[in-house]
């Protein structure tokens, strides 16, 4: 209003309004989880769940997933995201296998009917509380990082711009992996390890 139409506006502080950052959702799949989540999804449901662990695409990108955007020769998947830019997914173990089984070839990819009703039910029939779709994009990043990725390369899976995103993306509980303390203790151990031997000496 200021700058393009020379409109008096009053001084607020802006600062005084700022609320604080929710903190990050820290929900992922375990690996018992996911099997007991495919155990009780509709026939329907499951190559949707599958598909969303192993590309950690949106939930909107899947259900409206084309045969046009897939190739399989390639073994990718080509979508929009957010900011309308172009994302290329590859397909990789199951959520190859999942497409390659599929007879039809036109179309939608997925059966979406009934989809909500059914997603909850699962989860339902899971005992999983406080779980969404969503928390799947988090499965995949999270999964990624304790089998060794870097935070670069689930930044690019996922198509953030931010690796500080993707960072909020990839959690690791306790216990799960060496974290940086269980690193760093490693390293003093290993370089104290010969000055012990030479007092025992």
Known sequence: ARDSWDQPIPKIN?????RPEPPPRDRFL???EYTNLLAVAHPDLKPI???AVGTGLRRENILRLDW???DLTAQVVRVKVKG?????????GDAFTVLAAMEHRRGKVFVTTGFRKRWDRA????GLPDFRFHDLRHTFASWALL???SLVAIRDALGHS???VTARYAHVKRGGGQSAFDRVAAHFTARQAPKKLIQNE
């Open 14 to 18: 802006w600062r005084s309004h700022w």
């Open 30 to 32: 375990s690996q018992e």
């Open 49 to 51: 769940i599958i598909f």
């Open 68 to 70: 046009a955007d897939v």
């Open 84 to 92: 309308d830019k172009r994302h290329v997914v590859e397909l990789r």
């Open 123 to 126: 989860v339902k029939d899971a």
């Open 147 to 149: 089998s060794g990725a």
């Open 162 to 164: 931010d690796i500080s």
